[in-house]
C-alpha cells in the first residue's frame, strides 16, 4: 500500500503500461527535433523517424491489448519493438525492450525499485550489446 504522502512504491501493470504509452507520446511529438540533432554514427537527420515508427508499431500492437502480468506485458513490447524496428535507433531501443523484458521474467504483478532497477540494467545491458562498438550518444 501507498504510504499516506502519495509515494509510489511500486509500479504494477497498469502504471508501466501508462508510463510506457506516455513516453512514447513523449518521443513521438519530439521526432523533428530528434532528427536535428541526429550527429551520430552519421548525420542523417533520421533518428526521430526511426524512433517514432518504432515505437508506434509498440502502441498499435498493444494497445487493445490485456495483460495478465508486467513480463507478458513486456514480452508482447519488446516483440512488437523488435518487428516495427527501423534503422540503429529503432534497433537498439528494442533490445532495450528485450532487456526489460528479460529482466522482469521473474516479476509478476509489481516491480519495486530493487527489481526495477534490475531490469533497467538488464535492459541497458541489451542495448549496449547491440552494438558492434558501443559509443556513448549512440
Known sequence: MESSHNKITYIDQ???????????????SR????????VFPVPDGDTGTNL?????????????????NIHTYLEEVADYAINGARGNSGT???????????????VKDKFTSKNFVTAI?????Y???????PKEGT
Open 14 to 28: 497498469t502504471r508501466l503500461h501508462r508510463a510506457v504509452t506516455a513516453g512514447i507520446h513523449n518521443v513521438i
Open 31 to 38: 521526432q523533428d527535433h530528434l532528427n536535428k540533432i541526429n
Open 52 to 68: 517514432a515508427f518504432t515505437l508506434s508499431t509498440i502502441l498499435k500492437g498493444s494497445y487493445t491489448q490485456t495483460h495478465n
Open 92 to 106: 537498439i531501443f528494442a533490445q532495450f525492450f528485450v532487456g526489460l523484458s528479460e529482466g522482469s521474467k521473474y
Open 121 to 125: 540494467t538488464t535492459a541497458s545491458n
Open 127 to 133: 542495448a549496449h550489446r547491440s552494438l558492434s562498438e
